[in-house]
């Protein structure tokens, strides 16, 4: 019961604050921004007079799944930087504020406190993700042709596994802090180092949460799950759990010192 009051007063705000529908907006628009400018690029470039006269600009049709691909790099990139946005002060703001002390005097426990928020933030995205990556699926259908909706579902569950895992990180980064602008910047830095350790060292760490994503371009194509994917998804759900355990700890740390 006071999980799920917490759980509704967060959706509440998020409504209140138009995020139940600006965010899935956005994210239509990251998704689809990719598949129309592949597929009009001919057109934009003799509509602006980018090519010299008499020239033609012929470019090769791409797959389909690597048309649907480029709006989860969109999404790994923008979109992972507007989820940081609407997170970075979902405890760290309310912690500077006074109201997280307020509401842990009462007899709410930090375990409640830090999943519903985080439960709420999930439902959020995940909303967005789904929506987003459903019209990108729409227009990749309709301009490149066919891609199979049920690799498309499987594509976009592993990937909001992936989004989750971020979601989680600035979680953690808001008990850490009292600063919203600082959960952001840790957040990012942190995506970032972790990306670049996983490139860098790619052979050792196959089961990274941050590859994921580059096990997807085959799972779209031959709906194969690869085994690499199984262990780094179940990595990477090990990790949640421990970013939510973390910080849990560390805002019952912080609240009563």
């Not at 830095?189 to 997807?216: A, C, D, G, Q």
Request: glycine share 6%; proline share 5%.
């Amino acid at each position: 019961m006071q999980w799920m009051t917490i759980y509704k007063k967060e959706c509440l705000e998020s409504a209140r604050n138009y995020k139940w529908v600006w965010v899935p907006l956005v994210f239509i628009l990251f998704c689809i921004i990719d598949p129309l400018t592949t597929y009009y690029l001919p057109q934009i470039l003799e509509s602006t007079g980018g090519l010299p006269e008499g020239a033609t600009f012929d470019m090769p049709t791409p797959p389909p799944a690597n048309v649907f691909m480029m709006s989860i790099s969109q999404m790994n990139t923008l979109g992972v930087l507007v989820i940081a946005l609407i997170t970075m002060g979902t405890i760290a703001g309310e912690r500077k504020s006074g109201v997280a002390e307020l509401i842990l005097v009462k007899p709410v426990s930090y375990t409640n406190y830090v999943t519903a928020k985080w439960a709420a933030h999930v439902s959020l995205v995940l909303l967005s993700i789904f929506v987003g990556l459903l019209a990108s699926w729409y227009y990749v259908q309709l301009l490149f042709g066919d891609i199979s909706f049920i690799y498309v579902l499987i594509t976009a569950a592993f990937y909001g596994l992936y989004i989750i895992f971020v979601l989680s990180i600035s979680l953690f980064m808001n008990t850490w802090t009292k600063v919203p602008g600082f959960v952001l910047f840790l957040t990012i830095s942190i995506l970032m180092i972790l990306n670049i350790i996983s490139s860098v060292f790619s052979h050792l760490l196959e089961w990274s949460p941050t590859k994921i994503t580059s096990y997807l371009p085959s799972l779209l194509r031959s709906g194969e799950v690869e085994t690499d994917l199984w262990f780094a998804s179940l990595f990477t759900i090990v990790t949640i759990v421990l970013l939510l355990f973390g910080a849990i700890q560390t805002l019952k740390r912080k609240e009563i010192v």
